[in-house]
């Protein structure tokens, strides 16, 4: 059939696989780590206080005082790619381009900062991509996480007159292929170091107590997570969760409150990693691999490892590509 001239261009059909994962300031300046936060801490998912009593507490002491200090963590830890996140994300994203086929579109976006979610949403259905899987970043399920980069792909696809048809990357707390990766690199990373901890650490992103008690599955799905990890292992692992904010009661117990209270009740040797983390990120590489540091030995011990996340390895790579393939399934051939 010959089409009519003024018909607009015809783009192959393909599958889209779009990552997501939290974002990150543009710059580690003052001005763009403020930028970011204003972003970051006026989501309704994130901070769960009516605005009207929120807003001017954050356009006022918040963003007065935070950037500075977020600014100099950021500094710490930036590298010539940019931020820790931004730049394993690409990796990931460029590891796994073929992955899933020639018919198959991966790319990435942030929920915060660039690239945003929307771009690059529609830039995968003007390439073509009729199907589209989003997948969050995150292996254990949370509003604040999870839920709000869903929020934000449905949000730009309700502006759409042809929308993709659309699935989203469940949570994979308890996947074996996940448990199976945490403990080769976990493992891994142990035998890498040159002491034998006495104590191995799974410190989890911090939530509000409140979200429990609303129903958000997070802390739940973080023990599970823990739990089947450390039968794999045959080792217990302290479970605690870090980054908190505020004056609300969030879960414990508190990474640095653990921290400084095995130093001083005389562990000497431990490892610490975050298994909530997809990639290395400002939360791990200065909370974790700096303060945690300072804060264990200046309580009393002697030798302190922090444990890379699985980020762009062959096994978190492997493990990626396993999950995703799954949720992919009847869109592209599994053969």
């Known amino acids: 059939m010959q089409l009519p001239p003024d018909h607009p261009p015809i783009v192959p059909p393909r599958v889209g696989v779009l990552l997501t994962n939290l974002g990150t300031p543009d710059g580690s300046d003052v001005g763009s780590v403020r930028r970011y936060l204003a972003e970051f801490l006026s989501d309704r998912r994130v901070v769960e206080i009516p605005p009207i009593l929120w807003q001017p507490i954050l356009r006022g002491v918040v963003l007065t005082t935070r950037p500075k200090k977020s600014a100099h963590a950021y500094q710490q830890v930036w590298t010539k790619d940019g931020s820790p996140l931004a730049a394993i994300t690409r990796e990931q994203t460029e590891a796994l381009k073929g992955a899933f086929g020639p018919g198959v579109l991966v790319d990435y976006a942030m929920r915060y900062g660039q690239p945003a979610i929307a771009d690059r949403l529609q830039a995968m259905k003007d390439a073509g991509c009729d199907r589209i899987l989003i997948a969050p970043l995150y292996p254990q399920y949370c509003a ?22 659309i699935r989203t990357l469940p949570p994979y707390h308890d996947d074996a292929h996940y448990i ?14 040159d002491f034998e901890p006495e104590v191995v650490v799974a410190s989890f992103h911090g939530m509000p107590q409140r979200t429990l008690m609303l129903g958000d599955p997070y802390h739940c799905q973080c023990q599970k997570t823990a739990r089947l990890l450390g039968e794999a292992m045959g080792r217990e692992l302290i479970v605690t969760f870090q980054s908190r904010f505020g004056p609300a009661k969030w879960l414990g117990p508190a990474t640095d409150e653990v921290l400084m209270e095995l130093g001083k009740n005389g562990t000497r040797r431990l490892a610490i990693f975050a298994p909530g983390f997809s990639a290395d990120c400002l939360e791990t590489l200065e909370e974790l691999a700096i303060r945690g540091k300072e804060e264990f030995e200046g309580a009393g011990g002697t030798h302190f490892a922090y444990l890379p996340c699985l980020n762009a390895s062959e096994t978190g790579i492997r493990m990626l590509q396993s999950i995703i393939s799954r949720e992919l399934a009847g869109w592209i051939s599994q053969g």
């Open 144 to 165: 604040a996480t999870t839920a709000t980069a869903n929020d934000k792909a449905f949000a730009h696809l309700a502006k759409m007159r042809w929308q993709p048809a």
């Open 180 to 193: 199976g990766a945490l403990k080769e690199s976990v493992e891994a990373g142990i035998a890498a170091l």
